[in-house]
């Protein structure tokens, strides 16, 4: 069971010098969020990988459609079984320089979501706070320190233990190592992969990174202006994306390698405005097989043979897109 | 690439005097870059890649007392020898400029674009009319191939996509024809589609105008295909400097081995990576040996003592004890 996303949209209303506008920052979106796994959300900036983010933490209302826990709705649940939700789901955010208040110690910001949902004596609050330090690999002094005290790194080794509080079993990870040092990053991944096989943790990834998604994901979902373009197994998407614009983001991602060019698609410039979307598919201004059926209809979202998913004219008309 | 070299740095340091003690920033940097040439300046935030790049410039933070001391060649002037006057008429822009990471901040919101492109041409009186700065700035948009250039002339900088903003300020870099370009991280802030269209845009400018670049990065696989050379630098010191190539196929100091199995890169999965252990020091407080040897795998006992430059061949050059012993 646990998370499941079912046609689910997110419009925002926004002022433009020629009145107001609809920006369509999620449109119906279908996701299983498999129990255990790590699923990844790609796609370039204003594509709604945030917005998705939100609305499963309830940060936002859909404007339509369903985030399901459990098979039952979101906007369905009780006050109650809310609250049971809410300690089911946590996050890590990108920036633990925004994401840990200076004013508390350590102790206080791991505590606070326990007792926000529990009643506990100082006793068993502190030898869980040492626990959950020990998980995340800090020293048991760092509970009395601040977050300035500590590097960035560590900074977000906090917030995972924060995260981890309430036994969570499901953590959405927002860019978690974006904005920490290459030293430091593979510790952190390190430790976000250890606690999920410690816990049996599902995990929500969303990351621009694309290697760093393939290394952590065992499921990609690729968006496009708010729309699932693709979506199948990490490694179906990796070796062999059947999207043009899967296609394209991955030819551009560089490597440590002299001899590898990554490659800039023609005419790659802009991505449409989420504002004022192209027709048709979303993605045909940029798509270098464009034909004609592209400018006026909407590719649906159809099951390869292999058992992902794709919305592109390409694929609905022939078993495989050519080179 | 025989030829004396554009930009000869020897034994550069900017030191920090703050209240609470001295910030080695940089602490003696040599390097050089020839025309045409990109050299890639690779390490994490505090390693004084940023610093380095503003010490040629001479643009120091205002707070802190900031010394500089070695020396600055760019077509055999020692621009720390200059006055700031000189530098402002003379060197930035003219010779030497810069882009920076986020073209949000770098442009000022409340100016037109054409202002701003045609800014460097005026300040340099490379114009007289406001009819000919505009068209300037026009070429000046073109060059970076910014779509119908004379209709954005008007826009201001939120109307630009991140990747459009980047290319703005590039054209402002490379108005005046600069000799050397720095650019700092100049694609982080982009998505990755954007970030290639920016680097083939280097290049092909460079191709162009036989620029010198600097590009600081601090991820490994951005500067690949870009670079000439890299230097890796560490707490305000390079540590190993050479062809991209060798870098990369062959990497002798520990820490750029460790930088290069500490990213995932496409094509291998889920496998535990290469952690390097510790925090990188601190700058007002530093090991007197290698720099590096508290977090090294390799560490012995002889790096309590900073290790020499050990030349390699073909202009690859390390810092470490265990290429000094071979």
């Known amino acids: 069971m646990g998370l499941e996303l079912r046609d689910l949209s997110k419009h925002f209303i926004v002022r433009t010098d020629r009145g107001n506008a609809v920006v369509r920052a999620a449109e119906k979106v279908n996701l299983e969020i498999p129990e255990g796994q790590t699923i990844a959300l790609v796609g370039e900036s204003g594509c709604g990988k945030t917005t998705i983010a939100k609305l499963v933490l309830m940060l936002e209302r859909p404007t339509s459609g369903a985030v399901t826990f459990d098979g039952k709705s979101l906007s369905e649940m009780s006050r109650h079984e809310i609250k049971n939700y809410r300690r089911q789901v946590q996050a890590v955010f990108q920036d633990p320089y925004a994401s840990l208040n200076p004013r508390l110690t350590v102790r206080r910001i791991i505590t606070e979501p326990i007792l926000a949902h529990y009643k506990r004596d100082r006793a068993t609050l502190n030898a869980r706070v040492a626990e959950l330090l020990e998980i995340v690999g800090l020293p048991p002094t760092a509970a009395d320190l601040y977050p300035h005290e500590f590097s960035g790194g560590q900074r977000q080794r906090i917030a995972i233990a924060r995260a981890l509080a309430l036994e969570p079993r499901i953590i959405i990870l927002d860019e978690p190592t974006s904005a920490l040092d290459v030293s430091i990053r593979a510790q952190v991944l390190n430790l976000l992969m250890d606690i999920q096989e410690k816990f049996g943790l599902t995990y929500l990834l969303i990351a621009h990174d694309l290697a760093l998604v393939e290394h952590l994901a065992a499921r990609v979902v690729v968006l496009y202006l708010g729309s699932v373009v693709e979506c199948g197994e990490s490694e179906q998407i990796f070796t062999a994306p059947k999207h043009p614009y899967t296609q394209a983001l991955l030819d551009a991602v560089p490597r440590p390698d002299p001899d590898y060019m990554p490659k800039a698609a023609e005419g790659f410039d802009d991505t449409g405005s989420a504002l004022d979307p192209p027709s048709g598919c979303k993605f045909h201004p940029r798509c270098p097989h464009a034909m004609p059926i592209c400018t006026s209809e909407n590719p649906s979202l159809i099951t390869l043979a292999d058992g992902r998913n794709a919305a592109c004219h390409l694929l609905s008309a022939r078993p495989a897109l050519q080179e | 690439m025989t030829a004396a070299p554009l930009l000869q740095v020897e034994n550069l340091q900017m030191h920090l005097h703050l209240r609470r003690g001295v910030v080695k920033a940089v602490d003696g940097v040599s390097f050089h870059v020839h025309e045409g040439e990109t050299l890639g300046i690779v390490g994490e935030s505090g390693s004084g ?200 196929r062959n990497p002798q100091h520990p820490y750029t081995q460790a930088l ?58 390390v810092n470490c004890w265990l290429a000094a012993k071979q």
């Open chain 2, 49 to 248: 890649k940023t610093m380095t790049c503003l010490s040629i410039l001479r643009l120091l933070p205002i707070h802190g007392d900031g010394r500089l001391e070695g020396s600055v060649k760019l077509d055999g002037d020692d621009l720390l020898q200059l006055t700031e006057e000189e530098m402002a008429s003379r060197v930035r822009g003219p010779k030497v400029a810069m882009i920076s990471q986020d073209p949000m901040t770098s442009l000022n919101p409340v100016f037109t674009v054409g202002d701003q492109v045609s800014g460097p041409f005026r300040y340099h009186k490379l114009v007289r009319t406001v009819r000919e700065a505009m068209s300037a700035a026009t070429a000046g948009l073109r060059r970076v191939r910014i779509p119908s250039p004379e209709r954005r002339l008007k826009n201001y900088p939120h109307q630009f996509s991140g990747g459009m903003r980047q290319r703005v300020v590039t054209a402002m870099a490379i108005a005046c024809s600069p000799r050397l370009l720095i650019a700092d991280e100049p694609t982080t802030a982009l998505d990755v589609t954007i970030q290639v269209q920016i680097m083939s845009l280097l290049r092909s400018i460079q191709r162009d105008s036989k620029l010198g670049i600097i590009l600081i990065t601090h991820d490994l696989s951005i500067v690949a295909g870009l670079c000439h050379r890299i230097a890796v630098m560490y707490a305000g010191r390079i540590i190993e400097t050479g062809k991209v190539r060798d870098i990369y």
């Open chain 2, 260 to 317: 290069l199995e500490a990213i995932p890169h496409l094509g291998q999965k889920r496998k535990r990576l290469a952690a390097i252990p510790g925090q990188p020091p601190n700058l007002m407080d530093l090991p007197t040996g290698c720099r590096f040897a508290p977090r090294c795998p390799k560490r012995m006992a002889v790096c309590d003592d900073y290790p020499p430059a050990t030349e390699l061949g073909d202009g690859h050059v």
